[in-house]
Each structure stands twice: as structure tokens, then as C-alpha cells.
């Protein structure tokens, strides 16, 4: 395949190998690298501990009895919150100190004493507000000394057990929150803190108080969020992983997309979008998907960083995409007191934009490397693919027609989607056994297997979404006590006034000249400067905390800020709009070097370098760093006051067109390598598509045309006319 001259990336294609893509996957799923990468998910989701065959029963039995506790109280069993979520947090708590050795370099699979002494401790500290709920509720929240002593230690063996699944970021962050609101002339620290930051200081009983004995800390909205919907959806996603789903998404966004140019990305791009849906980790879906999809792209030309860097974008973007959006849906739903499908619908949008843009720069780097597709013959058949999977799509729509169409709650949903989801498991294996003519009783056994280790599996997927809420919940308790809010706002709009000072010498000059109102440009700058530090607040607070987590600290401490100086400057978007954009920034940190476990996992797929694929998968998701920005001055993007379909379609036209200049200009690429002033020209196009107006539209509009037009008679060899144009 022909390099072309003016691309210093290009790399030629491998030449076609007579083997069927069936093939090249069961390769695949051998390699080391493969293994690697699960092994990683292992110790980073599931602990990686390997007991004895005993204890390897006993936490089976305690992950199978938790998924059959949040399914009893989500269908047949009335239990109040407090109690729910006790239980909830006692049971991840037990698994952590079961399956996550105190050092993992150790690689230890011994459980020590200490382990078990932790494990009992910690479930006891949980489950003595159901022990004594009864006079927990009769004492109207005072704490007793038995409490002080007994919520101390569960606080501290909550961090750890945050440490130990989680790394240290978050473990900090909460105990510097805790040390915060110890500290000040009345607090157990009697230390005077900053002006800026000081409060009065709270003894160590209020404190306890707030986060263990009430439900505005540890046991507060974010985790009684996890135990209603979020444990449910995660389980669902696992069942449907181990039915098989995830191999039939995959095999069918190759049947379909195959034989295009760069067609194993594109397929990846569809096949993480899919399996985003009801995926709780980029970590997992990166060795869901990119087991399969990384060597395919490898084959078809990708260098084997950017194959891994494609399939780390999808698979963090994954998390965008409703209805589960990386397990913070429902959180998010809780925080701004809007229904959940709301929440959908606001993000549905910003969510197929950006796959769109992500399947379009793939296409670019297709043309860059001056790739193929597939040869047909490799591919699965289209109908057949489609028809033997077909029966994986039947719980997706029991799950979307009780949550659109009948309106049900998302548990209610959820749960007739997981019994829906347990007789397909269960009516698979025979069918298939009696449609080969072997027998159907072992086939049957296997079904109920596969049920049980789904359930398990489900647990053992959600030990770290509910220590990570437990914990984020520690800082929500901090701000509601000391009114750190109030103080944030003030801290970040000085750096942000700093900050729109210096850059407006610059750009006022520029906007008078064009006649703009002088003091609406100096609020939008300012604003603009919140929304940036916010961002990098996320991204920096996203290098050591999973999605969920990070996006209950944000938006505890600067959701709130972006709505207040919001209103204060006229921008007029609702709560909803805050929220959604700390958590995009949320989801973009799972891939910010040098941190990102997402693409460690890809890299050890693809055997590549993992700085490198984590700063490749940064470039592919830099457009997706423009998207809440667009959204925040267009709420339109959002669903948010369209009146009919037509305003609807040119609003999604409009972004989508935005987003393609946007990653043609990062790129460097469009028909052929751009010049430097036909980047700028598409920067500026996306830029521009951020206002909502009909004028910068049609503008943009425009001004695209030219650079195609500029780009094709270059192509044909017509470089000064281009040029000229």
C-alpha cells in the first residue's frame, strides 16, 4: 500500500492473511497480552487475591449473598434507607479486606489475620446502625462515646479499604477533608486556618456525628444511590457480558463495518458504544472489546499505540452514553433533583456527538495511513451474526420499554431486564444443545452455572463503585458542615477575574473593534476562565479516582460554583448543565497520562508503550473536551428548550458539523494533510459553532466548504488555486 509523501505517520498496511477474523479473535484472546490486561482488571476490579479453595467458597458465597440482597430489595423486601445502605456498604467492605491484599506487590494470596480482623471490624462498625438502629432513631442524631469509638475506627478501615481497591488518591482526599473539619479555634485541631479557607473547627464527636451516625456523610445520597439503581445496572451489564453479549456486539460492528477503510476501528468505535451502555468501567470495557479489537486493527495498519489509543478513547467514552453512563446516571439525577430520564435524555445527545467525531477521526487516520478495509471473506455474515445474537437485545429492550415507554422507576426497569436477562441464560445453552443434538440436562446445569458466577460477578464489580461513593461521601459531609462551598466560589472566581484580566488586554481590543457589547465579552471571558479551571480541577482530581467518585467531589465542591457565577453573569443554564460538565471532564481523566489504568490495559494488548497510548487516547478525546463547553453556552445540545424536531436536527447538525472541524483541525487531516491556515480556519469553525446562532451556522458552514474545496484542488494537483481559495 502506497505511503503517502505528506504524512509523517503513515505506516503500510499488512498485506490480507487467508484467515477468517473468527480466527484472528481465538488468536487474540491467547496472547500474552490479552492475559496481562485481564490480570490488571483482576487485581484493579476484583483484588486479585487468590486464597485457598475454602475461603475461595467463602467469597463467593458473600458475593452471590450480596447481588441476592440488592434483587430482594429491589422486588420483595421493604427495608428503610439507613438499614439498605448499612448492608450495602458492609458487604463491599467484607470483600475488600477479603480480596484486596494490604500491598499488591507482594502478590500475596495468603489472607493474614490482620485481613480477617479488618474484615470483621469493619462489617461490625457498618452494622451497628442496624444493631441499635432503634436507639440511634430515639437519640435524634446525638452521639454517644460508644458511637465516637466505633465510627472512628469504621471511618479509618473505610479509608483503607478505599486505598487498597481504589490506590491512594482518594483515601487522601478524604482525610484531608476530615482534617479540615477538625481544624479551627473550636476543633479537635486547634489550629487558625487561612482567612480564606478558615471556619470555626468541629470536636471529633460532631464530626462522627456527620459522617457515621446521620445520613449527610458516609451513608448520605451518593451511596443510597448505589444501593437503589447502581448495583442493579452494574450486575445487569455483568450478566450480560457473561451471556455472551459482549462477543455478539463485537461480532456484529465487524459484520457491518468490516470491509470499510480503517473498518476494525470503526467497528470498535460501535462495539464500545454498545457495550458502553451498560458498562460501568472503561478499564473493563477496554478488555471486553479490545481483546479482539486491538489485534484487528493492528492487522488492518494501525500502528500498534494508535490501535491501542482508539480503543482507550472508545472505551472511556463509553461511559458517556446512557443509560448507565459509568454509574453515575442516577447520582447525577439524585444531586440536581430532576427525574433520571432527564438525565438521560440531557446527555443522549453530547453522547452520539461524540462517537460520531470519534468515528470520524478514526476515518482520518484511516486516510492518513492510506488504509483498507477488511477483505468480505474474513467477515462474519451480517444476517447470520445478527440473528444468532439477536435474542441479547431482547433484555435492552424490556429495559428501555419500562424506563420510556411505561415510565417505571429505573430499579423496577432494571430488575424485569435482569429476569428477562436469567431466563435467556438459562434457555440459551439448551437450545443450542438440542439444535446440535447432544443433551439438554448438562447444557441446563451449565445455564444455572453461568447465572451463578453472573451474580457473583456483578458483586465483585461493584466492591469498588460503592467503597469510592462511601468515601466521596466523607467530602460531601465536610462541605454541608463547614461551608467550604461558599468559600470555593469566592477562591475560584479571583483566579478567574486574574485570569480574564490578563487575557482581556488581548481580546476586548478585538471585540470593541467588531463592535460587541464590551461588558458582556469581559463576563463571558470570566466565566469561560471558571469553566477552564473547573476542567483542570477535574482532570487533576480524575488521575487517581474513578469515574463515580471524581464526580461526586466535583461536583460537591465546583458543579455548585459553575451554576452560581453562572446566573451571576447571565449565562442562564439550568443546575443539570453543571453537572454534566464535571462529569465529561470526569470521564475524559480516565485516560489523562500519567495515571489513566485504561490505557495501560490497552497498551498491554497492543504491546506498545502506555505513555504513549494513554497521550495517543488523550488526542483522540480532545473532542470531547470541547463538548461541555458547547453544551454550557448552547443548552440547546442538552434537549433543553427545543420546540420542534426541525431545531432539534439543526442543533445536533450544527454540533456534529462543529465537532468534525474540530477534529479534522487536531488532526491535521481532512481529504489530505491540512495546511496551516486551513487548521486555523477549521479551529476557529469550531469555536464558532459554540455560539447558537443561525449567522455563526451558516458562517461555519461556509468556511468549511472552502477548506474542502481548498483540499481538493489541491488533490488535483491545483495547489495555488487551492491555495487562493
Known amino acids: 500500500m502506497a505511503r503517502r509523501p505528506d504524512d509523517e505517520d503513515a505506516r503500510p498496511a499488512e498485506p490480507p492473511v487467508p484467515v477468517t477474523i473468527d480466527q484472528i479473535m481465538a488468536e487474540a484472546a491467547q496472547d500474552e497480552g490479552a492475559a496481562e490486561a485481564a490480570k490488571m482488571v483482576e487485581d484493579v476490579e476484583a483484588g486479585g487475591r487468590d486464597p485457598n479453595a475454602l475461603m475461595k467458597r467463602v467469597i463467593f458465597a458473600i458475593a452471590l449473598a450480596w447481588s441476592l440482597f440488592q434483587l430482594s430489595i429491589a422486588s420483595v423486601i421493604v427495608l428503610d434507607a439507613t438499614r439498605s445502605r448499612a448492608i450495602h456498604l458492609a458487604f463491599a467492605l467484607l470483600l475488600v479486606f477479603l480480596v484486596f491484599p494490604a500491598r499488591r506487590k507482594n502478590g500475596a494470596k495468603k489472607i493474614p489475620w490482620y485481613d480477617y480482623l479488618a474484615a470483621l471490624a469493619s462489617t461490625a462498625g457498618v452494622l451497628y446502625l442496624v444493631f441499635d438502629y432503634t436507639g440511634i432513631q430515639l437519640r435524634y442524631g446525638l452521639t454517644i462515646p460508644r458511637e465516637v469509638v466505633i465510627g472512628s475506627v469504621t471511618l479509618l478501615l473505610l479509608l483503607e479499604a478505599t486505598r487498597r481497591s481504589l490506590g491512594p488518591a482518594l483515601a487522601v482526599i478524604g482525610s484531608i477533608f476530615i482534617l479540615y473539619a477538625m481544624t479551627g479555634p473550636r476543633g479537635a485541631i486547634p489550629y487558625t486556618l487561612p482567612d480564606l479557607i478558615a471556619h470555626r473547627g468541629y470536636p471529633i464527636e460532631r464530626i462522627i456525628g456527620q459522617m457515621y451516625v446521620s445520613t449527610e456523610g458516609v451513608f448520605g445520597v451518593a451511596l443510597g444511590v448505589s444501593v437503589q439503581f447502581v448495583f442493579l445496572f452494574v450486575l445487569f451489564g455483568s450478566m450480560l457480558d457473561r451471556a455472551g453479549a459482549g462477543k455478539f456486539f463485537i461480532d456484529l460492528a465487524n459484520s ?23 458498562s460501568g468501567s472503561s478499564l473493563a470495557n477496554v478488555v471486553t472489546t479490545g481483546t479482539f479489537t486491538i489485534p484487528l486493527m493492528k492487522r488492518s495498519g494501525y500502528p500498534a499505540h494508535k490501535a491501542a489509543g482508539i480503543e ?46 470519534l468515528f470520524f477521526i478514526v476515518h482520518l487516520e484511516a486516510l492518513k495511513l492510506g488504509l483498507k478495509g477488511i477483505d468480505r ?25 419500562y424506563l420510556v415507554i411505561a415510565r417505571s422507576s429505573p ?94 488586554l488581548v481580546v476586548l481590543p478585538l471585540v470593541q473593534a467588531f463592535g460587541a457589547n464590551p461588558d458582556a465579552a469581559s463576563n463571558t471571558l470570566t466565566f469561560s476562565m471558571v469553566l477552564v479551571i473547573t476542567a483542570i480541577a477535574s482532570l487533576i482530581l480524575g488521575l487517581g479516582l474513578p469515574t463515580t467518585a471524581n464526580y461526586i467531589v466535583m461536583a460537591t465542591l465546583t458543579a455548585p460554583v459553575i451554576y452560581n457565577l453562572g446566573q451571576q453573569f447571565g449565562m442562564g443554564f439550568p443546575l443539570l448543565a453543571a453537572h454534566l460538565f464535571v462529569f465529561f471532564f470526569g470521564i475524559l481523566a480516565d485516560d489523562t497520562p500519567p495515571v489513566g489504568l485504561a490505557a495501560y490495559a490497552a497498551a498491554a494488548i497492543a504491546h506498545s508503550n502506555p505513555i504513549r497510548t494513554g497521550i495517543q487516547g488523550f488526542t483522540y478525546d480532545m473532542r470531547t473536551a470541547i463538548l461541555p463547553f458547547m453544551f454550557i453556552f448552547n443548552t440547546h445540545l442538552l434537549w433543553i428548550g427545543i420546540d420542534s424536531v426541525w431545531e432539534g436536527a439543526i442543533v445536533f447538525l450544527s454540533a456534529v458539523l462543529g465537532m468534525f472541524a474540530f477534529g479534522a483541525g487536531t488532526q491535521r487531516w481532512l481529504m489530505i494533510k491540512t495546511r496551516w491556515y486551513e487548521q486555523i480556519v477549521l479551529l476557529a469553525v469550531a469555536f464558532m459553532l459554540i455560539t447558537p446562532t443561525l449567522t ?22 491545483m495547489p495555488s488555486l487551492g491555495a487562493g481559495v
Do not use: C
Open 256 to 278: 457491518l463495518l468490516g470491509t470499510f477503510r480503517g473498518g476494525p476501528a470503526k467497528a470498535s468505535v460501535v462495539a464500545s458504544a454498545m457495550t458502553g451502555m451498560v
Open 312 to 357: 482507550v478513547a472508545v472505551s472511556t467514552n463509553g461511559q458517556l452514553m446512557p443509560p448507565v453512563m459509568g454509574a453515575a446516571a442516577f447520582i447525577i439525577a439524585e444531586f440536581t433533583n430532576v427525574p433520571y430520564l432527564e438525565v438521560v435524555r440531557a446527555a443522549f445527545v453530547p453522547a452520539v456527538v461524540s462517537f460520531i467525531a
Open 377 to 401: 471473506a474474513q467477515l462474519p455474515s451480517r444476517w447470520r451474526t445478527f440473528i444468532e445474537g439477536i435474542h441479547y437485545l431482547a433484555p435492552l429492550f424490556v429495559l428501555i420499554y
Open 411 to 504: 430499579a423496577f426497569a432494571v430488575v424485569w431486564a435482569i429476569a428477562t436477562l436469567v431466563v435467556l441464560m438459562l434457555a440459551q445453552a439448551p437450545v443450542r444443545a438440542r439444535l446440535r443434538g447432544e443433551p439438554i440436562g448438562p447444557a441446563l446445569i451449565a445455564g444455572v452455572g453461568d447465572v451463578i458466577r453472573g451474580l457473583e460477578a456483578g458483586a465483585r464489580n461493584m466492591v469498588g463503585i460503592a467503597v469510592a461513593v462511601a468515601t466521596a461521601g466523607i467530602v460531601v459531609g465536610t462541605v454541608n458542615l463547614t461551608g467550604l462551598g461558599l468559600r470555593l466560589t469566592e477562591i475560584i472566581q479571583s483566579v478567574a477575574n486574574a485570569m480574564a484580566s490578563v487575557l482581556g
Open 696 to 717: 455563526t451556522d451558516f458562517v461555519g458552514l461556509a468556511l468549511v466548504v472552502l477548506v474542502f474545496a481548498s483540499q481538493w484542488l489541491r488533490r488535483r494537483a
